[in-house]
Structures are given as C-alpha cells and as structure tokens.
Nanobody, 118 residues
Framework: QVHLVESGGGLVQTGGSLRLSCAAS????????MNWFRQAPGKEREFVAG????????TYASHLHGRGTISRDAVKMTIILHVDSLKPDDTAVYYC???????????WGQGTQVTVSS
C-alpha cells in the first residue's frame, strides 16, 4: 500500500514552467518506482516521466522533447517534476503513480490540474 499526494499545478502561460511534487506515505511494501502520467480531456492517460527509486534511473516520454526533469528526495519520499517551455497541449490532469515490489500495476494519487493558456 502507498498513499500519494500531489501538489503544484494550476494555470500557466505558454512558454512558462511547471513544478509538480508528489509525496508518498503509508508504505507497507518496498517502493520500486514513482512516475507521472497525464490525461488531457478526451484522451487516454499517458506516461510522462518515471524514476526507479533505488537506482535513480529516469525515463521520459518522447512528447516532452527534452523539456522535463524528474528527481527524487529519498528522505522526504517525494518526487519532483519540472517541465519547461509549456504548450497548450500540455494541459491535462497530472497523476502521480507508484509501483511496489511484487505487485503489478500502480497506486495512484488524486491528480492535479495543469492548464496552459495560449
């Protein structure tokens, strides 16, 4: 079990930046990875970025085009997502997701809205 709480997001202008954080708590299993997904209106949820907790290895979706960085704070059990040069297409609800050892699938946060104005 993992409880996830996201923060950050809101309204951002085109060309601006966003910073999202996700804190994990109430862990009853070993954390394997923490990730960000997003879901735009009328579209399926898609992967944004992820980090393997023990190694710090990161993975990014191609749609970021090098604009994003994911990092972790192991003491605070938190991940941070920075995305620069935001575009209206980045408008979506951003979800934090965690995977744990020995269990398929993800635990999900409640999501945080990011709106990029044109």
């Amino acid at each position: 079990q993992v409880h996830l709480v996201e923060s950050g997001g809101g309204l951002v202008q085109t060309g601006g930046s966003l910073r999202l954080s996700c804190a994990a708590s109430e862990l009853t299993d070993t954390l394997y990875s923490m990730n960000w997904f997003r879901q735009a209106p009328g579209k399926e949820r898609e992967f944004v970025a992820g980090i393997v907790w023990s190694e710090g290895t990161t993975t990014y979706a191609s749609h970021l085009h090098g604009r994003g960085t994911i990092s972790r704070d192991a003491v605070k059990m938190t991940i941070i997502l920075h995305v620069d040069s935001l575009k209206p297409d980045d408008t979506a609800v951003y979800y934090c997701a965690a995977s744990v050892g020995g269990r398929k699938g993800y635990y999900w946060g409640q999501g945080t809205q990011v709106t990029v104005s044109s």
